[in-house]
C-alpha cells in the first residue's frame, strides 16, 4: 500500500464540519484508509480575493489507488460536499488536495506531487510535520528544514483537536 498526505481546507458554513465529513468520505472510499489526522488549524486565506479564515488539517491515508485515482476520491469528496470552482483560491466549503504520495514526484497538467506550495504554506507544513516529523521530499530534503516565511507561520494557528478518525 502506498501512503500520502492529503490536505484538508474549508472557509464556508461549518468549517469543522466540512472537515470532518471530507475525512468520513475518504474513509468510506474503496481502497482508502485514512490512518491519522492532524490537528485543526485555522489560517489566513493566502491568495485569492478577500475571503473568511480557513481551518486546515492534513490526514495520512493508505491505499492501492494509483495517485490519479486518489486524486479522482478527493475531487468526488469535494462535489459531495458542495465545492464549486468558480474564482481560482476562492472561498470553498472544501478541498482536499495531495500533499505527497509515497516518493514519487509527478509533474502533470492535472496533478502536481509533492503539491507545488507545499514548503510555502504553514497551514500544510505544520500539520504534516504533526503527522510525521521526519518526513522527507522525494528530492531527499527533509520537510522540517523548509523556509517558511516568517508572516506564513504567524497566519497559521493552533484550532482544535485531530479529526475524527475512522475505525
Known amino acids: ?5 492529503l490536505g484538508l481546507g474549508s472557509n464556508l458554513g461549518d468549517r469543522l464540519a466540512n472537515l470532518q465529513a471530507a475525512v468520513r468520505l475518504l474513509a468510506a ?3 482508502v ?4 489526522s492532524s490537528r485543526v488549524w485555522e489560517s489566513d486565506a493566502v491568495g485569492g480575493p478577500p475571503q473568511p ?23 468526488r469528496v469535494e462535489v459531495d460536499l458542495g465545492r464549486v470552482r ?5 472561498p470553498r466549503t472544501i478541498d482536499v ?9 509527478i509533474d502533470k ?28 521530499l522525494p528530492d531527499g530534503s527533509r520537510l522540517v528544514d523548509a523556509r517558511l516565511a516568517p508572516d506564513a ?13 475512522p475505525r
Open 1 to 5: 500500500m502506498a501512503t500520502a498526505f
Open 29 to 31: 472510499a474503496t481502497d
Open 33 to 36: 484508509v485514512v490512518a491519522a
Open 53 to 75: 479564515d480557513y481551518l486546515n488539517a492534513v490526514i495520512e491515508v493508505r491505499t492501492t489507488l494509483s495517485p490519479w485515482e486518489l486524486l479522482a476520491a478527493c475531487r
Open 86 to 90: 468558480e474564482v481560482r483560491w476562492g
Open 97 to 105: 488536495d495531495v500533499l505527497l504520495f509515497d516518493d514519487l514526484t
Open 109 to 136: 497538467e492535472d496533478l502536481a506531487v509533492p503539491h507545488p506550495r507545499l514548503t510555502e504554506r504553514a497551514f500544510a507544513v505544520l500539520p504534516l510535520l504533526e503527522l510525521d516529523p521526519d518526513a522527507t
Open 153 to 165: 507561520v504567524s497566519r497559521a494557528r493552533p484550532f482544535a483537536s485531530p479529526l475524527e478518525v
